[in-house]
């Protein structure tokens, strides 16, 4: 129905038309972003021209670069800038965050993974179990050779004295796809590319699940080999140790090296160690984890004084069982500080194919990034571009944008686990290397980004990236997002620049 139309109501229409141009403004600028025409808060056209002046950089703009990269205010959710935003990428290890946000919307921070003991019947007369004694394993990244010790110690305590079968190590809650198929075969004895397994063992606390670390201590001269070892002991009965190396002279470098035979544990130790100088440890990947998590507790059983007749092999454990012991591993929040801190690959792995094994089948890295894909669905990430292959981003295939980066970094602030998320991130410019700072300990020391940049960084050979969260001089919290692929001269410079620049920004105007 038409209103009046008389003189007065005509005046007025400029003002009314120039109220709501206003208010139309003012939510569009706060208001969360889409994929659709970009508005920028005019307040921030200052911080953009600087930023602008940051990707000016002769390593950004070079042919041989593809450069994306998202600036948003972490409160307000609102565009400061924008280059490449949508455009599809390797990610490297900041795919990570993808991996640590779905486990912990999908699985929560108090999971943890079981490693169990099991009989097919109860302990009989004398403490003898008939039969196999099974030892099945769900996923965990973090078992040690002392959790095994443990369980043996928790049977003997149970009066088992004897098992008359063989120790079955049963990886069976994962698939038998222990390689992901798009990684590089040249990886294959490199610590962060370990075969994964739901029963595994790591070496030590930094949780390299599927490793060994093989120690070379020096000879008394020259003329004497590097006595060799291998942690934990008990891998020394699932590993064959080829000493091709050589004690050097006093004041010579050390050059140690191991590889792996492809489908073996056939590890070649070479190079030379000085005489005199400390022992030197290199980590390598073992064939077939679970076997030698099954061969260690075996051997633990022993040292309990059980004793086991039969050998190691891997099996399934059969429904009709009766549970001997159990281990449960630290939870997924206690987890994520090695995994993010560290960029640990085997953790992404298992968490992935963890999140896979919901499904009821064996976790696979086809049902795993299902389930990441799902994840980013459900809390409103376009998917356009995204391709995942992995949880590690070790994998050359993976493809994210910096906007879907950006707006899951976005959206798991208003989850109720965000301090555990944020507290697991590396540090800029932070030691202890490790367990602070992690692999960002080294990068942005001295600037106004150290010790206030949280962010997970990724590396491969033609590929860096940056992603967090960093606060500016006034207190505003910034989400940030810079990746790049390239074949010329790496970026990585410039992704601090963006970081300074943001941790010195003050807003004017605001």
Do not use: C
């Not at 800038?81 to 108090?110: E, H, I, N, V, W």
């Not at 998320?421 to 410019?429: I, K, S, T």
């Not at 967090?468 to 410039?494: C, E, I, K, L, Q």
């Amino acid at each position: 129905m038409r209103g009046p139309s008389g003189p007065r109501t005509q005046a007025r229409w400029p003002f009314l038309l120039a109220v709501v141009m206003l208010a139309v403004a003012a939510v569009l600028s706060s208001a969360p972003r889409g994929s659709g025409a970009t508005v920028y808060d005019a307040r921030d056209a200052a911080l953009r021209r600087e930023i602008t002046k940051v990707f000016a950089d002769s390593r950004v703009t070079a042919s041989t670069a593809k450069v994306g990269a998202v600036v948003r205010d972490g409160s307000t959710r609102s565009r400061i800038y924008l280059r490449g935003a949508d455009t599809p990428l390797a990610p490297a290890s900041t795919q990570k965050t993808f991996t640590a946000a779905a486990a912990l919307g999908r699985l929560g921070a108090g999971y943890r993974w079981a490693t169990d003991v099991y009989a097919a019947a109860p302990v009989g007369a004398g403490g003898v179990v008939s039969g196999r004694l099974y030892l099945r394993g769900s996923g965990d990244p973090t078992l040690l050779e002392r959790d095994l010790t443990s369980l043996a110690s928790a049977l003997r305590s149970q009066g088992v004295t004897r098992v008359t079968g063989d120790v079955v190590a049963d990886a069976s809650a994962f698939d038998d796809v222990r390689y992901n198929p798009y990684w590089s075969t040249s990886y294959a004895s490199s610590y962060y590319a370990a075969q994964v397994s739901a029963l595994t063992l790591s070496p030590n606390t930094d949780y390299d699940a599927g490793t060994v670390i093989v120690t070379a201590t020096p000879g008394a001269s020259t003329a004497v080999l590097p006595h060799l070892t291998v942690t934990p002991a008990s891998a020394a009965s699932h590993v064959r140790l080829v000493n091709r190396s050589r004690t050097s002279a006093a004041g010579s470098a050390t050059t140690i090296a191991v590889s792996r035979t492809a489908g073996t544990n056939t590890i070649t130790v070479s190079g030379q160690v000085p005489v005199r100088a400390a022992a030197t440890r290199k980590w390598v990947t073992v064939n077939d984890p679970a076997l030698m998590a099954g061969r260690a507790l075996r051997a633990r059983l022993g040292a309990a004084g059980i004793r086991v007749d039969g050998t190691v092999v891997r099996g399934t454990t059969p429904k009709a069982r009766t549970l001997l012991a159990r281990h449960s591993s630290m939870t997924l929040a206690q987890l994520l500080v090695p995994f993010l801190k560290l960029s640990n690959n085997s953790h992404a792995e298992a968490i992935t194919k963890t999140l896979g094994a919901r499904s009821g089948q064996p976790g696979s890295w086809a049902s795993g990034t299902a389930a990441l894909r799902a994840y980013a669905v459900a809390i409103g990430i376009p998917t356009t571009g995204l391709r995942l292959v992995d949880g590690s981003g070790l994998a050359r295939a993976n493809r994210l944008t910096p906007n879907q980066l950006a707006l899951l970094l976005d959206k798991v602030q208003r989850a109720t686990w965000w301090s555990t998320f944020r507290a697991a991130l590396p540090v800029a410019g932070v030691d202890p290397v490790r367990w602070q700072g992690g692999t960002l300990a080294s990068r942005m020391r001295g600037t106004a980004a150290a010790g206030n940049l949280r962010a997970k960084n990724g590396s491969l050979t033609g590929v860096t990236s940056l992603a967090g969260y960093v606060s500016g001089a006034d207190g505003r919290r910034y989400v940030f997002v810079m990746m790049s692929n390239y074949s010329g001269t790496s970026p990585r410079p410039v992704e601090d620049r963006l970081g300074v620049l943001l941790a010195r920004w003050r807003m004017t105007n605001r």
